[in-house]
């Protein structure tokens, strides 16, 4: 026999003697493990509680109880499986006992039954850390909501949106959910829409925020919602306004100095030849002012809502008070 068929013998040999002893390792192993799980243990365990309420118009709040502490006893096996697989207790809402309608309770050998049931657990329940679960329900309603377009939007320069971002189709979102969140919503807002340096009208369509969406207890009507953004040319204006004197105590007249003023504002180049100064009213209020000064501060009382920028060349006027 060669020297090479003589070390391929050898090697063959060890690789033999190595799976044996692994085999062997595996199965001692194995065997210890069967006998340390088959023995009883004590252990405690924190299980969440998941409620089934039978009713599709019902929900369970966040007041309810929703976590609860045990003592089980069992051999490994059940343990491991329990602790590891199962960590949820569901609890049938119809076998609860009514405090009122909105509002139910567990407790005593019942809830231990109860408790069994929903764990399908194979050991023993020796303990419950907590003598009674409670769980409150809301029922389902609808509510329209008003629909809130969430964007930062920033102009080229002359340019700008009448209006702003604006829903094409609906203004509001029909929501079915339990009163105790429809109480709270006061708008839906869309996800954020990120504009810079607009020159030209565009539209977008923008879904509703993720919270709201995938809310557990929340249905939208629409997901999303279609917006348009239109965008003017500006140009820049002057009128001269006469000014109007209120609050003038009785049996007095007034002088001011002087008794019109101008006032300048940003308009959409469309719009330009559609104002006249009949559109604007600068007021100085005598009721807001202290007499025994000589000037009085002008305030812009009425203003269209197509213009922008709007300020007074002057803010203030002198003024002579006649009793």
Request: hydrophobic letters at 40%.
């Amino acid at each position: 026999m060669s020297w090479f068929s003589k070390w391929n013998k050898i090697i063959r040999y060890t690789k033999f003697q190595y799976k044996t002893y692994f085999v062997f390792l595996l199965f001692t192993t194995l065997v210890w493990l069967a006998l340390q799980f088959s023995e009883n243990y004590s252990k405690e365990v924190l299980f969440e509680i998941e409620y089934i309420t039978g009713e599709q118009q019902k929900v369970i709040t966040t007041e309810s109880d929703d976590r609860i502490r045990m003592i089980l006893e069992g051999n490994g096996f059940n343990l491991l499986g329990i602790i590891w697989l199962n960590r949820k207790i569901k609890l049938d809402c119809r076998k609860a006992q009514m405090l009122s309608k909105d509002h139910g309770y567990y407790t005593g050998n019942r809830m231990l039954e109860y408790i069994k049931e929903g764990l399908m657990y194979k050991g023993e329940i020796t303990h419950v850390l907590k003598d009674s679960i409670h769980v409150y329900f809301d029922s389902y309603y609808e509510k329209k909501v008003p629909l809130k377009i969430n964007s930062k939007v920033t102009y080229a320069q002359g340019y700008r949106s009448v209006k702003g971002p604006i829903a094409t189709h609906i203004n509001e979102v029909t929501v079915l959910g339990p009163s105790s969140i429809l109480d709270t919503l006061k708008s839906i807002p869309t996800q954020e829409w990120i504009v810079e340096d607009l020159d030209k009208s565009i539209t977008n369509t923008l879904a509703f925020e993720y919270k709201f969406l995938e809310h557990k207890y929340l249905s939208l009507s629409d997901s999303k919602v279609d917006v348009e953004l239109k965008v003017d040319k500006l140009t820049e204006r002057v009128f001269n306004l006469p000014i109007k004197a209120i609050n003038v105590p009785k049996n007095a007249k007034i002088q001011l100095f002087p008794k019109s003023v101008n006032v300048v504002f940003t308009v959409a180049l469309k719009d330009y030849s559609k104002l006249s100064a009949l559109d604007f009213s600068v007021v100085a209020d005598l009721g807001k002012s202290d007499l025994s000064n000589s000037k009085l501060l002008l305030h812009l009382d009425q203003v269209p809502d197509n213009v922008y920028n709007t300020r007074l060349m002057k803010p203030e006027v002198e003024f002579i008070l006649i009793q």
